[in-house]
């Protein structure tokens, strides 16, 4: 197929931006989206023009690196993918595709579709683990069992990729899926119980300051987040918030 | 060729790494702090020994080129991690794990770091639980296993089929504390370009900032590689884009020697290629082989009209199927080690009966998984005379639980439902069990420059065993660097800060600089994609699953000329000083296409098959065994590391015999 691509070029975290046009001709409905973007870079490459820069790593939907907005949607039309696992049979030929980086306050564009989520960094950084030292002498990973249900739960949570599709997606541009991700992944193992109020105090905290906007449920996160994890963590997480606030020392 | 001296303990093999551990120099709490520590890479290794060596008080500065930690390729790793726990009683040990190991991994393994791998292997699993890992469990609440090939008992630890990213945000967790403390400095988006050395000693780095595309001086009184492995030297591998070789070839110029590069897994259950825009390879873990048969149809006649299109797999029945690793290796079936499972598929993939269009491909079949699990749940909700439309129901829901996320994989790539209709695989690239010489602390042959993880070579022979990486990742960082490192370090915490304002940091800096302005100055006309095509194919032709003679020496000379040709007509685009994608692919790319030819010559200087290196002047000719691969304990029991002297091929090679003193060197049977 043939298509037109519409792609946010942006020299640095100063510069405006703009969209440039780019054609490409002769892709194939197996090609993953960030393939077809291979193609393109190429074919700039070999008339001299910079390609375009995008984040991008594993390519097998697990390391959160890939974020680009497409066609006004995080991760492109399908659904529990990310970018590097759309592929082109999503598309139609002579389709126009508009290319973007995620667009948040709190997550700038370095250049043309990277941004910059060191905010993410920051808010695991306030609380997202348990403090327990390296140690040879850990009690016996049996010795705690947890119910099956929890251990699933905690484990739907911390799937998360840490990509930022969620903040990508909120009118308001709310990191609250991403932040009750990992609150819930702790507040339903028993090895998070400890530290279990100050955490969540922490960490929404650190979110707040970061410049992230708030939740008003409207859910389009759940929708786009490719691991599929629901609003019900964000009720948890209020939840979690409100009951440590008056009960915290 | 001088001998290598692995310094490994004296002593009973089970009381070495106590009685090492016993005799160790320590540095005390006051002189940590003033010590400082670079670690090169933030996966399983490289994040677990950044926070554990904070934990104990030392400045750690941590670099990696993703944009968080987090993202490191371990977090891409499937199925499990191996313990020797024995929570199944299936009779596992220590021991066995370390038997099997040794075994796996072709008797070309170091005896004493592999009993030591197992020796912790339950210490991380403890570890990993405490910071809240979210491992797979059975109803009563306690830890669920499952098995993978080249064993007989069931010590795998999973979380579903993201077991490596669960195990890797655990470290990165432990690195987030150490962060928020200040113990940790973290340097994201920055990539190590070039080892700095004062005194025969390692020193410190230079690290290109690749936002901005500075390039800084950071100094230490240690460093650790922990960058993991070189895989994309075949450009198609189930590795990262961005993962690469060069830190470790880095400090390989500089010293440190390189051991037995040849030793690649090729993982047998892998998505086909599907063309020549492919830029990676996806895998299909291993744990998939605890419920899918593996299959090629019996008849020629009907791979052609599976190939057409003219005949659906499902529509043959079972006696016209040939499993053929059940035929041929009865006592371990499906679970046969990697290197075997992907000999067989290219084996029949060779004789014709590969099944998609470029006859690349076998059967990953979970049918009969899906109706064995199927009326194991109808039993168990009491259904008195279940359809076969409830068994499916039940048994797919099961197969969801175990690999739903692999499943939903494949789909997306493919276009086709695994729960209908058989999984197509082929084997691909995986893993490098050779990399950069270590002793038993782990140093390498530069003195105060360590290598972990999967960067270095030292326990998984020729052949590593399925869920061992990330033990192997884990236990370096958490629980044997830390310890081996106070050994060199009690020595230095006399030195003081080391300035970077000095002749040998303003001489490498000097070196990265010229050589990032003769990159970009080449203005050729060719992307760097290009050559590393080029590379990768030459190295999957003569240096894949196959090798001989001739074609090493061919694929020698292939890639010197590409190498050449690099040089002289490769076009990077925009500028040195700001973000440049191209820029550092192509650094990457100029150290593969050196590591390459060193991994060719390596591949040609050992005559014998093992593992994952298989030559096929070296097979056995007659016997039960016809047809397997032929090692030869005789002349090539030893870890062959090179020395670097300018050109690959000038490589001065050292051997470190090894010593099986607990076990007897055997044919590997899997029949």
């Not at chain 1, 599709?165 to 702790?186: G, R």
């Not at chain 2, 009184?221 to 993962?243: C, D, E, K, Q």
């Not at chain 2, 490589?651 to 090894?658: F, V």
Request: glycine share 8%; charged share 25%; net charge negative.
């Amino acid at each position: 197929m043939d298509l037109t691509l519409k792609v946010w070029r942006q020299k640095n975290r100063e510069d405006k931006g703009g969209l440039e046009t780019y054609k490409v001709t002769g892709i194939l409905g197996h090609y993953s989206f960030l393939e077809m973007l291979d193609v393109m870079n190429e074919q700039l490459i070999m008339e001299g023009t910079e390609p375009v820069a995008f984040d991008h790593d594993c390519r097998e939907g697990i390391c959160g690196t890939c974020s680009l907005y497409i066609n006004g949607e995080a991760h492109g039309p399908d659904r529990k993918v990310t970018t590097c696992q759309l592929h082109m049979r999503m598309f139609k030929d002579g389709e126009t595709i508009y290319i973007e980086p995620w667009r948040s306050a709190a997550m700038p564009v370095i250049k043309d579709l990277i941004v910059d989520r060191s905010s993410f960094e920051r808010i695991q950084q306030s609380g997202g683990f348990v403090s327990v030292n390296t140690s040879g002498n850990t009690q016996d990973a049996n010795a705690l069992p947890i119910p099956k249900m929890n251990a699933d739960k905690a484990f739907d949570v911390a799937s998360c990729i840490g990509c930022g599709a969620c903040v990508a997606t909120c009118k308001n541009s709310s990191a609250m899926l991403f932040v009750a991700a990992k609150v819930s992944q702790y507040a339903y193992l028993p090895q998070g119980q400890v530290e279990r109020k100050q955490r969540v105090l922490n960490m929404v905290e650190q979110m707040d300051k970061e410049g992230f906007g708030n939740c008003t449920n409207t859910g389009a996160c759940e929708v786009e987040c490719p691991k599929s994890i629901s609003i019900e963590y964000i009720a948890k997480m209020n939840r979690e918030y409100l009951s440590a606030s008056i009960t915290a020392e | 060729m001088s001998v290598l001296d692995s310094k490994i303990p004296d002593g009973p093999l089970k009381d070495k790494w106590t009685n090492h551990k016993n005799h160790i120099n320590l540095v005390n709490p006051a002189n940590k702090r003033n010590i400082d520590i670079i670690v090169v890479g933030t996966g399983l290794a490289g994040g677990s020994a950044a926070a554990s060596l904070a934990e104990m008080g030392y400045n750690v500065k941590t670099f990696c080129y993703q944009d968080s930690p987090r993202r490191a390729h371990s977090i891409a790793a499937q199925g499990g991690i191996n313990a020797a726990k024995n929570y199944q009683n299936d009779g596992d040990s220590v021991y066995r794990l370390f038997y099997d190991t040794v075994k796996g991994g072709d008797y070309r393994s170091r005896e004493a770091n592999v009993h030591r791998l197992s020796e912790v292997s339950g210490n991380i699993i403890d570890q990993c639980v405490a910071q809240g890992v979210p491992f797979g469990r059975d109803y009563g609440g306690l830890l669920d296993n499952r098995s993978f090939g080249g064993v007989l008992v069931s010590r795998t630890f999973y979380a579903k089929g993201q077991t490596g990213q669960q195990l890797l945000l655990g470290a990165y967790s432990a690195l987030n504390r150490q962060i928020a403390k200040g113990k940790v400095t973290m340097y994201n988006r920055h990539e190590m370009v070039e080892l700095v050395k004062v005194d025969g000693k390692a020193r410190g780095i230079i690290a290109r900032n690749l936002e901005t595309g500075e390039l800084e001086r950071h100094s230490a009184h240690a460093v650790v590689i922990a960058s993991g492995g070189y895989g994309n030297v075949f450009f198609l591998s189930t590795n990262a884009m961005g993962s690469n070789a060069t830190a470790a070839w880095k400090i390989h110029k500089k010293g440190a020697h390189f051991a037995n590069p040849c030793y690649t897994q090729i993982h047998p259950t892998c998505i086909p290629r599907s063309g020549d825009h492919q830029s990676k390879l996806t895998l299909m873990s291993e744990s998939l082989r605890n419920d899918g048969r593996i299959w090629v149809p019996k008849n020629i006649e009907d791979v052609l009209a599976i190939r057409e299109g003219k005949l659906m797999p499902i529509d043959l029945s079972e006696e016209q199927r040939d499993y053929y690793l059940e035929r041929m290796y009865p006592a371990f079936g499906n679970l046969v080690p990697r290197d075997v499972a992907s000999r067989a598929a290219k084996e029949r993939c060779d004789a014709g009966y590969g099944v998609n269009e470029t006859g690349e491909a076998v059967y990953l079949d979970f049918a009969s998984a899906i109706q064995r699990y199927g009326k194991q749940e109808a039993a168990i909700a009491r259904m008195e005379s279940p359809t076969q439309e409830d068994i499916l129901k039940l048994g797919e829901a099961v197969i969801e639980s175990k690999y739903g996320n692999l499943f939903q994989m494949y789909e997306k790539i493919v276009a086709q439902d695994p729960y209908k209709t058989p999984m197509m695989i082929y084997p691909a690239v995986h893993y490098t069990m050779g990399g950069v010489w270590v002793d038993y602390n782990l140093m390498t042959s530069v003195e105060g420059c360590y290598c972990i993880g999967e960067a270095n070579f030292s326990d998984h022979g020729a052949n590593r065993l399925g869920a061992s990486a990330l033990m192997q990742g884990l236990a370096d960082g958490y629980f044997v660097l830390p310890y081996t490192i106070g050994d060199y370090l009690s020595n230095e915490i006399r030195t003081g800060k080391i300035s970077t304002e000095t002749p040998e940091f303003e001489e490498a800096e000097k070196e990265v600089s010229d050589r990032i302005e003769k990159l970009m100055n080449i203005k050729g006309t060719k992307s760097v994609d290009h050559f590393h095509k080029l590379l990768g194919k030459a190295m999957w032709e003569y240096v894949g699953m196959a090798r001989n003679e001739e074609g090493l020496k061919k694929a020698m000379a292939e890639i010197k000329q590409i190498r050449t040709d690099f040089w002289n007509d490769v076009r990077i685009p925009g500028d040195r000083n700001s973000l440049n994608p191209e820029l550092e692919k192509a650094g990457r790319v100029a150290d593969f296409l050196e590591l390459g030819e060193l991994f060719a010559k390596d591949a040609l200087h050992r005559n014998e098959s093992c593992g994952g290196h298989f030559r096929e002047e070296s097979v056995e000719l007659d016997g039960e065994q016809k047809g397997e691969a032929k090692r030869n304990d005789e002349d090539y029991a030893y870890v062959a590391a090179w020395e670097y002297k300018g050109e690959p091929a000038d490589a001065i090679l050292h051997k470190e015999e090894l010593e099986f003193k607990d076990i007897e060197l055997k044919q590997r049977s899997y029949k």
